[in-house]
């Protein structure tokens, strides 16, 4: 029997700057590939640097997390395209719902959605938000299929200096979509609680917190002499060595990392119709 063929674009967010980020999304989709018995082909757009924008002829879009403020680049070309590129895909999808195409919006990717389609409220953050930390589902959350197996709270990688909060629930609801996570409740801090992850529709799906992360992939980044002391400098030493201790944990990120994308990526491949053979 020939072999299924799917096609997934990456959308580089990263701005030409090192990160860990592009090399999990990859090597989720090969160890999809494999698993799954099928061909994933697999193209990579450097949206911000470049303005590489893919076309519909992709059934996945991943976007990636990145560097900088999610709101200074409102109105940019590059943005405009990306946004161009959100829109042919949601139209797509309203004629053709038997042939969705799934989109996956990471950290960065996601700031800027809601930003620009008005689901909630895009600000910098008193401080920054670095390390492995709880994310707690809400009722919709428990639900949601993406995030069966995980326990709630659940453990990811976070690490971002911009948040969503207040959203826009009438909105999002609307879309057909719901609020599934928020940040650690803390009734001492009178702060509103950032939005962790958002379904936003049937084929939209983000998450605030990096679900790709691989524990030892990112025991290896943080070991350099330069990671290290940059977290020890910025957060202290107890931070970094406690950040060390939970990404070596079985039941933290790395049950995460082998859970929401996986399960996005077949969930994509069951929503549409069209995946071809060979």
Not at 84 to 90: K, N
Not at 136 to 151: I, K, P, Q, V, Y
Not at 170 to 176: C, D, F, T, V
Request: with cysteine; hydrophobic share 35%; net charge negative.
């Amino acid at each position: 029997m020939e072999k299924r063929v799917i096609r997934a674009a990456i959308l580089d967010l990263y701005e030409g700057q090192a990160n860990q980020g592009m090399r999990c999304i990859r090597e989720i989709l090969s160890d999809f590939e494999k698993k799954e018995n099928l061909i994933v082909e697999t193209g990579v757009f450097d949206v911000r640097s470049k303005e590489q924008i893919p076309d519909l002829t992709y059934d996945i879009y991943i976007g990636s997390g990145g560097p900088g403020s999610p709101l200074t680049s409102e109105g940019a070309n590059w943005e405009n395209l990306y946004f161009g590129l959100m829109d042919q895909i949601r139209n797509h999808n309203m004629l053709y719902p038997d042939q969705l195409k799934s989109v996956f919006l990471i950290c960065h990717s996601f700031q800027i959605y809601c930003r620009y389609y008005g689901l909630g409220t895009v600000s910098q953050r008193k401080s920054p938000s670095f390390g492995v930390m709880p994310i707690h589902s809400t009722t919709a959350g428990n639900r949601e299929r993406l995030f069966e197996g995980l326990d709630n709270p659940f453990w990811a990688v976070d690490s971002r200096e911009y948040q969503v909060t207040l959203p826009n629930l009438k909105k999002i609801r609307e879309m057909g979509g719901d609020v599934l996570c928020i940040e650690k409740y803390r009734p001492h801090i009178k702060l509103e609680r950032c939005v962790m992850a958002i379904r936003f529709d049937d084929a939209f799906f983000g998450v605030q917190f990096h679900p790709e992360a691989d524990s030892l992939g990112m025991l290896h980044h943080m070991k350099t002499e330069e990671k290290k002391q940059q977290v020890i400098a910025n957060f202290g030493e107890e931070k970094y060595n406690t950040m060390l201790d939970q990404l070596d944990d079985p039941e933290k990120i790395r049950l995460t990392h082998d859970t929401i994308l996986p399960l996005f990526l077949q969930t994509a491949i069951s929503t549409n119709k069209e995946f071809i053979l060979k």
